[in-house]
């Protein structure tokens, strides 16, 4: 939105936001959705991007799936246990699906948090 001098900025529903921009990115908003809302999110992101496609997820690995499985034996309204993960073969699928191919991939990590974030582009036809 606006341009690289005057940026605008929007509280919105991603589900619902409408448009074109060069560039879309989303960061760890994927954790909320399951695997089905989330190919239907990222196809989403999809055509909203003319050519770039940034996006991270919480990625599915043994070591976290474990993590999860444990916090799930603790009652409470554990946050462990509502964030979804997700393959990165699922998302690389859905994004090619879209036209989209990752061009780098990469982790982001703080001291108690990572993520695996991929940059994927528009492939011309
Ligand atoms: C883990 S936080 C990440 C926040 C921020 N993107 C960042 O990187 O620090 C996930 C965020 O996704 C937002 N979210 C989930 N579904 C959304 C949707 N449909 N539209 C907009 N935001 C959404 C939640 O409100 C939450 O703030």
Redesign the pocket.
């Known amino acids: 939105m606006g341009n690289a001098e005057n940026p605008t900025f929007a ?7 409408s448009g074109s921009y060069h560039t879309v990115m ?4 994927l ?3 399951p695997q089905q809302k989330a190919d239907e ?1 990222i196809s989403h992101l999809c055509s909203l991007a003319q050519s770039r496609l940034i996006l ?1 997820f919480a990625p599915k690995t043994f070591a976290l799936s474990l993590l999860k499985k444990v916090g799930s034996f603790f009652p409470g309204a554990s946050k462990a246990t509502r964030a979804y993960l997700h393959r990165e073969a699922d998302v690389v699928k859905i994004l090619a699906k879209n036209g989209f191919s990752v061009q780098r991939q990469s982790m982001t990590r703080t001291r108690f948090y990572f993520s695996r974030l991929l940059e994927a582009t528009r492939q011309s036809v």
């Open positions: 509280v919105q529903d991603l589900e619902t936001l989303c960061l760890d908003v954790i909320h959705y999110m991270s």
